[in-house]
């Protein structure tokens, strides 16, 4: 048993992450015959690409994956703890389960993700979800077959989860969503600690992985057809900087062009390591595709202060006007409303902020409090009204400006990646080098190809077109 603690978590060394590599060990390779899982997975682009390498484990010890809860003998949640209506969907789901469990005693049951490491939830899971089986953190994803294996041969409920990062792990086994467009982490971890965000204590500290593995991965990617790699990590920008005297993320990205991959992006940028030679390069670049994700969180230099963010908003300006005189870049961003002690003076502020970049597009949250965090030592007096007021409104300027910038494509053709048939009838579906979504007329065997298409009309979220 190994349980979470936020003290060691909060805890940063210098020293240098040690590598190894996978290796799955034969006696669980048999484990999952004639077994079945059902994998739910919540939250960011990380986790989704943590449960590709979870199916690779899983299908490596010949368990089948099913769709079905119901159908399944293991069930796995791999959690995410950003907001708290992650957290309760995950122990919503927990309730399920726990009648399904009844039902069946023998079916298995575990944890992993954000959520494991947090200590509050570990201890409510000891105390009110003993049918768990077992529960393991973000940094030992890799003891997963041993974990499910044990769980064969003993009852209790175990908890494996380590508060200080391990090693990285080369060459884990992988079943990818997609046969086009592939994720490809290049950081793990994140030293920013701004004061709201969990992230830091679930995800442990910023360690880089070297720059001739991901090059391998990607050589492999381009042999097997892929059209296109977003580079992922809590804050890409910071890449390099833990491991190497000089070489940043945009000499990494110069070695991904060289490996001819079509497209590349990468997610996501804290403005503060944003540097002049990365904007150079996206620019000089045609394969490193003109979108960037460029959170801002507020428009108010108090808040932005209060957020540990460390610039402001005239710095943010100044970064965001560099990027946008790249010719036909998109530009997103993330914003809270309601941190602790925002006023509708702050608020406004934002929406200043928000009508000077008109954002292609935005992810908006309301404040959410999260264990341990110092913004959630702040006192919060706004009502929760206030504060759905705050985003609607946010919501509607940020809508109006998506669909400016989408109506400006009408008439127009853009590359698109196909990826498969749309939901509606008769129609494909890809994205664009923009990131935008579209759903068009156009012929299947485009599937898996970059085409070209024809804008023919555009609404806050997507755009249709024909084929050309
Ligand atoms: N409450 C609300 N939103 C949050 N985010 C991160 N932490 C919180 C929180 N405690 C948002 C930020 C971040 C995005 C991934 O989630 O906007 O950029
Ligand atoms: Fe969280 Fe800030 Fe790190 Fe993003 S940069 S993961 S918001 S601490």
């Known amino acids: 048993m190994k349980i979470p603690n936020y003290e060691e978590a909060k805890k940063r060394s210098h020293e240098k992450t040690s590598i190894r590599n996978f290796e799955l060990d034969n006696d669980y390779k048999n484990i999952g015959l004639n077994k079945t899982y059902f994998l739910k997975t919540y939250g960011c682009q990380m986790n989704e690409h943590d449960s590709e390498n ?64 947090e200590e509050g939830v570990v201890k409510e899971i000891l105390k009110k979800y003993k049918f768990v089986n077992f529960v393991f953190g973000t940094h030992n994803l890799d003891d997963l077959p041993r974990l499910l294996a044990n769980s064969f041969k003993e009852q209790k409920l175990n908890i494996e989860v380590y508060s200080k990062e391990g090693d990285i792990i080369e060459n884990m086994p992988l079943e990818r969503e997609s046969k086009y467009k592939a994720y490809v982490n290049i950081i793990y971890g994140c030293d920013k600690f701004c004061t709201y965000c969990i992230v830091p204590y679930t995800r442990g500290s910023q360690r880089s992985r070297r720059h001739e593995d991901i090059i391998k991965e990607i050589n492999e990617l381009v042999k097997d057809g892929y059209q296109e790699v977003t580079l992922l990590g809590q804050n890409v920008n910071a890449y390099g900087k833990d491991l190497y005297e000089d070489y940043e993320l945009a000499d990494l990205l110069l070695e991904v062009v060289k490996t001819g991959i079509p497209r590349i992006r990468f997610l996501t940028s804290h403005p503060w390591d944003f540097s002049d030679k990365l904007v150079e390069v996206i620019k000089n670049n045609k394969s490193i595709l003109n979108f960037v994700h460029l959170p801002v969180q507020s428009g108010s230099n ?34 809270i409303v309601g941190f602790p002690t925002e006023t509708e003076e702050d608020f406004k502020e934002t929406l200043d902020l928000v009508n000077y970049c008109k954002y292609d597009s935005a992810f908006t949250f309301i404040y959410s409090p999260r264990e341990n965090t110092p913004a959630s030592k702040l006192e919060d007096t706004t009502p929760l009204e206030v504060k759905e007021e705050r985003l609607y409104r946010l919501n509607e300027l940020i809508n109006k400006y998506s669909k400016e910038a989408n109506l400006k494509m009408i008439g127009s053709e853009y590359d698109v990646l196909v990826e498969g048939e749309s939901s509606k009838e008769g129609m494909l579906f890809g994205y664009t080098e923009t990131n935008k979504l579209v759903n068009f007329k156009g012929n299947k065997d485009s599937i898996g190809k970059i085409v070209k298409v024809k804008i023919l009309d555009a609404k806050s979220f997507s755009l249709d077109g024909e084929e050309v």
């Open 302 to 335: 108090r808040i932005l202060k209060l957020m540990g963010r460390r610039y402001t908003k005239e710095a943010y300006k100044e970064l965001f006007d560099k990027l946008k005189s790249i010719d036909g870049i998109s530009i997103t961003t993330d914003i």
């Open 54 to 117: 979870i199916k690779g484990m899983l299908d490596g010890m010949n368990f089948r994956e099913v769709l079905n809860m119901e159908d399944a003998n293991f069930i796995l949640l791999n959690t995410c703890s950003i907001r708290e209506n992650a957290h309760n969907k995950a122990f919503g789901m927990l309730g399920r389960i726990k009648h399904l469990k009844e039902e069946k005693p023998n079916l298995k049951v575990a944890l992993c993700g954000c959520m494991a490491q």
